[in-house]
C-alpha cells in the first residue's frame, strides 16, 4: 500500500483507503463479535454489586475490549482479530510511517458502541504530564527523527466518529483551541478534520494529536484500535497457538525482543547508579536508536518517570501510596520504557533509592510551583508542566550534577 510519509510527518494523520481488503471484511467482523459475545460474558460475571448486569457492556460509554490480553476467550474462530494486525496494509505501513524495518504492534483493541446513547467524548491528547514528558519534548523529539508510536483506528463498519486537528502533534494549543475547549470541551475546534471512514478504511495518526470522539451512540461501532511502536510487551500469548505459523514466529520474535529491551532498560538505569554517562547514552541507544539531543532529552525525562516509579514500588509502604502513585508503579507502557513491577523487581530498595536521587532534579525540573491545567489534556491540575521544557534543562548539566551527590 503506497503511503505518504511526509503527509503524516506534517498533519500528523493519514487516512488510507480498504486498509482491509473487501474479501476479508466478513471474517474479521466475525471473528471480532465472537470475541465481543465472550467479553460480554466476562463482563457480566465480574460486574460490580451495583453495576446492571451487562458490567462495563450496559455502563461504558465506549465498551473497548483488550483483545491482545484476552488470552482465555481466544481460539482458532478468533485468530483473523490477531493475525491481522501483521498484515503489510498495517504492519508493514506501520513500520515505513514510523521508520523502523520491524515494527511490533502494542496493543490490539476493539471499541464499540454503547448500550444508549452517550454523546460525544471530550477534545484530548492522550497523555497526562505526571506520568509523560511535557509537550515540547514530544514534538522536538517527533521533528528531531519521526515518532516513536503510531496510532490506528480500522473500522469494520463505517465509522465518522473521530475528529484530529491536523499539525497538532507538534506543537501547543493554540489560544483559539484553548477558548473553544474550554468553553465547551464536547464540540468541534477551529481546524479541525472529520475523519470519515467506509469499512475497511483506516486513519493512523501520531501521539500527541488533538483529537476528538464527537459522537457515542448506539450506531454499531465494531473499530480496531491500536498501535505500533519500536518497544512492545506481550502479558497474555495463549492465542499464539491458534495463529499461523509464521505469524507465531513473528509474535515470537517480537516478545524476545522485548524481553531483550526490557534488559536494555535495566541497564541504562544501572548506568545512572554507577553515574556513567557513556554507558547511559551506548545504552540507550539501543533502545532507541538514531535519536538525536532532543530524543535523549525526552527519554531522560521518560525515565525520571519510571525511576520515581521504581522508588515507590520498592521503598515506599504500598499503603502509603496514592492510587495513581499506585497505577505508576504497576503500569506497562513500553512506548515511554516502562515495563511496571518487573522492570522494578531487577534493582534493590538500596539501588531504587540511589536511582531516584539521581533522576530526582529531572523530575524537580518539570514541576512549577503552582498546580496548572491546559484544556485539552488528560487528568486533572497537577504541578508537572503541560508544554514547556525549561531551556536550562540537558542532559549534560544533568549528568554534570552527578559529581555534586557523593552517594
Known amino acids: 500500500m503506497k503511503v505518504n510519509r511526509d503527509q503524516f510527518m506534517e498533519q500528523g494523520y493519514i487516512i488510507l483507503r480498504e486498509v482491509i481488503p473487501p474479501d476479508q471484511l466478513e471474517e474479521l467482523r466475525r471473528s471480532h463479535e465472537l470475541l465481543v459475545e465472550r467479553q460480554r460474558a466476562v463482563w457480566a460475571?465480574?460486574?460490580?454489586?451495583?453495576?446492571?448486569?451487562?458490567?462495563?457492556?450496559?455502563?461504558?460509554?465506549?465498551?473497548r475490549l483488550s483483545v491482545g490480553t484476552m488470552g482465555a476467550e481466544h481460539d482458532e474462530q478468533t485468530a483473523s482479530a490477531i493475525e491481522f494486525w501483521l498484515h503489510e496494509n498495517m504492519q508493514g505501513v506501520s513500520s515505513e510511517l514510523l521508520g523502523e524495518e520491524d515494527a511490533p504492534v502494542t496493543e490490539m483493541m476493539l471499541m464499540c458502541n454503547p448500550v444508549r446513547d452517550r454523546g460525544p467524548a471530550a477534545w484530548h491528547r492522550d497523555f497526562y504530564p505526571p506520568l509523560n514528558a511535557p509537550l515540547q519534548a514530544y514534538a522536538d523529539d517527533i521533528l528531531e527523527t519521526g515518532p516513536r508510536y503510531v496510532q490506528w483506528n480500522l473500522p469494520l463498519y463505517d465509522d465518522n466518529v473521530l475528529y484530529v486537528v491536523p499539525g497538532s502533534h507538534i506543537r501547543p494549543n493554540t489560544d483559539e483551541e484553548n477558548e473553544s475547549i474550554g468553553r465547551n470541551p464536547r464540540a468541534p475546534v477551529p481546524g479541525c478534520v472529520q475523519t470519515h471512514l467506509a469499512a475497511g478504511d483506516g486513519v493512523a495518526y501520531i501521539l500527541p494529536l488533538l483529537h476528538w470522539g464527537s459522537n457515542y451512540s448506539t450506531k454499531m461501532r465494531r473499530t480496531m484500535h491500536g498501535g505500533f511502536a519500536r518497544l512492545t510487551h506481550y502479558s497474555d500469548l495463549r492465542w499464539l497457538p491458534y495463529l499461523s505459523a509464521s505469524a507465531q514466529e513473528t509474535f515470537a520474535r517480537w516478545h524476545r525482543r522485548s524481553e531483550?529491551?526490557?534488559e536494555d532498560a535495566v541497564t541504562v538505569l544501572k548506568a545512572v547508579i554507577d553515574k556513567d554517562g557513556a554507558a547511559y547514552h551506548t545504552a540507550l541507544d539501543k533502545l532507541?536508536?538514531?535519536?538525536?539531543?532532543?530524543?535523549v532529552l525526552k527519554s531522560t525525562v521518560c525515565l525520571s518517570k519510571i525511576a520515581r516509579h521504581i522508588y515507590n514500588q520498592r521503598c515506599r509502604d504500598a499503603a502509603s501510596l496514592t492510587d495513581a502513585e499506585r497505577r505508576g508503579a504497576s503500569q506497562i507502557?513500553?512506548?515511554?520504557?516502562?515495563?511496571?513491577?518487573p522492570l522494578g523487581a531487577c534493582f534493590s530498595p538500596q539501588e531504587a533509592d540511589l536511582l531516584w536521587q539521581?533522576?530526582?532534579?529531572?523530575?524537580?525540573?518539570?514541576?512549577?510551583?503552582?498546580?496548572?491545567?491546559?484544556?485539552?489534556?488528560?487528568?486533572?491540575?497537577?504541578?508537572?508542566?503541560?508544554e514547556d521544557v525549561p531551556d536550562d534543562l540537558t542532559v549534560e548539566g544533568w549528568m554534570a550534577g552527578w559529581a555534586s551527590n557523593t552517594n
Request: hydrophobic share 25%; glycine share 14%.
Open 45 to 63: 460475571r465480574e460486574r460490580g454489586r451495583d453495576a446492571p448486569p451487562g458490567g462495563v457492556w450496559e455502563s461504558g460509554a465506549q465498551p
Open 260 to 262: 531483550e529491551y526490557m
Open 288 to 295: 532507541h536508536p538514531r535519536r538525536g539531543v532532543k530524543g
Open 333 to 341: 507502557h513500553p512506548m515511554t520504557m516502562q515495563w511496571g513491577e
Open 358 to 386: 539521581r533522576f530526582k532534579p529531572v523530575d524537580d525540573a518539570m514541576r512549577c510551583e503552582e498546580e496548572q491545567f491546559l484544556p485539552g489534556f488528560q487528568g486533572g491540575p497537577t504541578h508537572y508542566r503541560f
